[in-house]
């Protein structure tokens, strides 16, 4: 340790350790002692982040369907068409689909959640 000086200077706090992005909605997981755990999309990952397993296997899929491109002068990529990844039902306004970097809310879907396709 060094000798102390005259310009003595605040030492900042302690590192503060962060989990994994969810890779669907973008949220940190939460850690639980078997591993990782996104409570918002239902999944867990074992703790090295491998062999992801819904929270509920039996629970649907949300049906809410966005399609950026639905506008698009382009036939090919009208019918281009994201639907939300998390269970039926989940909470808040926000869709997420991984292959997007961005989520959806329900007034910007085409097809309502709670519509069977």
């Not at 605040?10 to 992005?21: A, K, N, S, V, Y």
């Not at 982040?49 to 819904?54: D, I, Q, S």
């Not at 899929?61 to 039926?88: F, G, I, K, M």
């Amino acid at each position: 340790m060094s000798t102390p000086t005259e310009n003595v200077r605040t030492l900042p706090g302690d590192l503060e350790f962060l989990t994994p992005h969810c890779p669907i909605c973008g949220d940190y997981t939460d850690v639980y002692p078997d591993g990782l755990q996104c409570d918002r999309c239902g999944i867990a990952w074992d703790s090295d982040g491998t062999n992801p397993e819904r929270l509920d296997p039996d629970a649907k899929q949300c049906s809410s369907l966005y399609r950026p491109t639905r506008r698009c002068a382009n036939p090919e990529h009208v019918d281009v068409e994201y639907r939300c990844w998390q269970d039926a039902g989940h909470l808040g306004d926000d869709h997420h689909n991984p292959d997007l970097f961005y989520s959806w809310t329900t007034a910007e879907q085409v097809a309502p959640a709670g519509v069977e396709r």
